[in-house]
């Protein structure tokens, strides 16, 4: 998956593809209300990226770790949820408080409502519905203003 900062990272190519003199900008906030639906198409690539990335050393490390019973939490700022893929359960204050990986960032693989807080794994119809820059229902509230499950500066 590409890294951020990196050269053609996904700062640089927001750069590109929005014609915006920083890149870190798609990730704003501010940005995101101004802009959403072509966010959320561009996280749509990002979410591919992630789908097909596989665990590094380091992941299968912390996994060892963990199934030793060495490991009391796992952070991680990766939005990419491999550690989830190898078999770390999501940690979750009210749903799973006995989880390990505790994402900073949240997690790409699932979108959220940010009205009534419902959460959901991504599906093939949403991720659709994204990429075509159109809005996503919440299937709890009717709201049309779910989004990927991921912190965003000034959020």
Request: with cysteine; net charge positive; charged share 25%.
């Amino acid at each position: 998956m590409s890294m951020f900062s990196t050269r053609n990272g996904l700062y640089e190519r927001a750069r590109q593809r929005f014609k915006i003199q920083d890149g870190i900008k798609l990730f704003s906030y501010p940005f995101y209300k101004q802009r959403r639906m072509d966010v959320q198409s561009f996280f749509a690539q990002i979410y591919g990226e992630a789908k097909n990335s596989r665990a590094s050393p380091g992941h299968l490390a912390i996994a060892q770790l963990h199934e030793l019973h060495k490991l009391q939490r796992h952070y991680t700022l990766n939005i990419d949820g491999l550690a989830e893929a190898i078999g770390m359960d999501t940690w979750h204050h009210e749903k799973h408080p006995e989880g390990i990986t505790v994402e900073m960032h949240g997690n790409i693989s699932y979108v959220v409502c940010p009205s009534c807080h419902a959460v959901e794994r991504l599906s093939g119809a949403v991720m659709s519905t994204m990429k075509a820059c159109q809005p996503v229902l919440c299937k709890a509230c009717q709201e049309d203003e779910m989004r990927y499950k991921v912190m965003l500066y000034d959020d």
